[in-house]
């Protein structure tokens, strides 16, 4: 069987290596190596304006990942800027966007981490906290600079996500927001705070989305089940 191709949403930032620093589409390589090492090839897919790249990248795919970074621009969900709600890309909000349409469109195997959660419940018409701590009174989500919070989580019973990884686990996330809405999809996790942890859609697509940062940590089967659900929808489209 060949193995399924996962595309990976990535970043657009300057960047600095060897002699250069320059524009750069890149990505931590834990996504890749997570990718790799659960049976998928891994292919980063920087942001493009072109009309109609989105739905010729999908045809192309087996399954996807919307992967982590910045602020989803609030104008997304018709809300003004929080104070801390910073930095935001429009052009990755405008290349998600339009993968997450292809995607539903053609079925494909879906898998949102951190920013992609969020990007997968604007998409769907919800929307998003804009800084957690103002929320919970505690900034344990995202500790700050490059450090990631322990997190437990409680799982819903009957969902994708629990049959994946359990009724509950401590997990690495960095988010300042969350999912306050979430049309289309149904709670599957949630932080001892209360706070949405994992989402995922009714029905046998996969189509799942997590605050947290699975690719950092041992396998906790989310992107083992990307993969396995990727390998069966190649094999349906073959």
């Known amino acids: 069987m060949t193995a399924p191709v996962i595309g990976l949403t990535t970043y657009r930032e ?15 390589a834990q996504y890749a190596r997570a990718v790799e090492e659960t049976g998928g090839v891994p292919l980063l897919l920087p942001p493009v304006a072109q009309v109609g790249a989105a739905d010729a990248v999908v ?26 709600t910073a930095g935001w890309r429009p052009d990755r909000d405008v290349w998600e966007l339009a993968l997450l349409d292809a995607a539903a469109a053609a079925g494909l195997p ?18 998003l906290d804009q800084h957690t701590p103002d929320l919970v009174d505690h900034e344990r989500h995202s500790p700050g600079g490059d450090a990631f919070g322990a997190t437990e989580v ?11 990884v359990g009724s509950g686990l401590t997990v690495n996330c960095h988010h300042h927001q969350s999912v306050q809405t979430h049309p289309g999809y149904v709670a599957a996790a949630h932080a001892a705070d209360g706070t949405l942890e994992a989402m995922e859609a009714d029905g046998e697509r996969f189509c ?17 089940g990307l993969v396995r659900a990727a390998a069966t929808y190649a094999e349906g489209r073959a």
């Open 154 to 164: 409680v799982t819903t019973r009957g969902t994708r996500v629990a049959g994946l």
């Open 208 to 224: 799942v989305a997590v605050q947290w940062h699975p690719e950092t940590a041992a396998d906790v089967g989310l992107l083992a």
């Open 59 to 84: 045809a192309r795919l087996d399954g996807l990942v919307i992967s982590g970074g910045a602020d989803v621009d609030p104008a997304r969900y018709d809300a003004s800027p929080h104070p801390r």
């Open 14 to 28: 300057d960047a600095a290596w060897g002699v250069w620093t320059q524009p750069a589409d890149l990505l931590p």
């Open 110 to 127: 879906v898998l949102g981490v951190c920013r992609g959660m969020q990007v997968m419940a604007v998409h769907g018409g919800g929307r």
